[in-house]
T-cell receptor, first 115, second 109 residues
């Protein structure tokens, strides 16, 4: 049972570089999310998608973009990485339209360091 | 603004009982979640409360009082593997999840 797969699990990159974090789920969930988790702060929503073909901005969307070409994949792109984007990134999915009343299933996380 | 408060860290003894509190101030309420997160791992779902009262699931129970904006997670018969962070999250009127910063629980032998 794969659930949600994220790649890479860890990455160090130079400021100004472009980076795409990949996320794939095999549960056929409609809704998918990208969160970042920083020490001392709660999970913060970057972008979300209620269904394939639609995306929305979360609490901290600046500097990030997403796409949802199909149900399974939800990549997150940093167009020009900055050190403040150093964080652990979690992809999640749920079978509810917004996830607000449904259990979230998380990937294992991608630890990103921007130097 | 919307806010969820949890203690930053708690310590308890193996075999004992611990209660982790969560208070919230949100624009509306459509349910409260508890997640467990071991260090370096992903959060995993523990419980969901939408009505007042106690929900019991094995060694873990979760309580909700909507009038007080308050919930707690009760862990009984603590085991070393319960050492983790416990995240409280509330769904607001727009069905957006608001997360607390989490409570790190340390279990001592």
């Amino acid at each position: 049972i794969a659930g949600i797969t994220q790649a890479p699990t860890s990455q160090i990159l130079a400021a100004g570089r472009r980076m795409t974090l990949r996320c794939t789920q095999d549960m056929r969930h409609n809704a998918m999310y990208w969160y970042r988790q920083d020490l001392g702060l709660g999970l913060r929503l970057i972008h979300y998608s209620n269904t394939a073909g639609t995306t929305g901005k979360g609490e901290v969307p600046d500097g990030y973009s997403v796409s949802r070409a199909n149900t399974d994949d939800f990549p997150l792109t940093l167009a020009s990485a900055v050190p403040s984007q150093t964080s652990v990134y979690f992809c999640a999915s749920s079978d509810g339209e917004t996830g607000g009343t449904g259990e979230l299933f998380f990937g294992e996380g991608s630890r990103l360091t921007v130097l | 603004g919307q806010n969820i408060d949890q203690p930053t860290e708690m310590t308890a003894t193996e075999g004992a009982i611990v209660q982790i509190n969560c208070t919230y101030q949100t624009s509306g309420f459509n349910g409260l979640f508890w997640y467990q997160q071991h260090a370096g791992e992903a959060p995993t779902f523990l419980s969901y409360n939408v009505l007042d009262g106690l929900e019991e699931k094995g060694r873990f129970s979760s309580f909700l009082s909507r009038s007080k904006g308050y919930s707690y997670l009760l862990l009984k018969e603590l085991q070393m593997k319960d050492s983790a962070s416990y995240l409280c999250a509330v769904t607001d009127s727009n069905y957006q999840l608001i997360w607390g910063a989490g409570t790190k629980l340390i279990i001592k032998p």
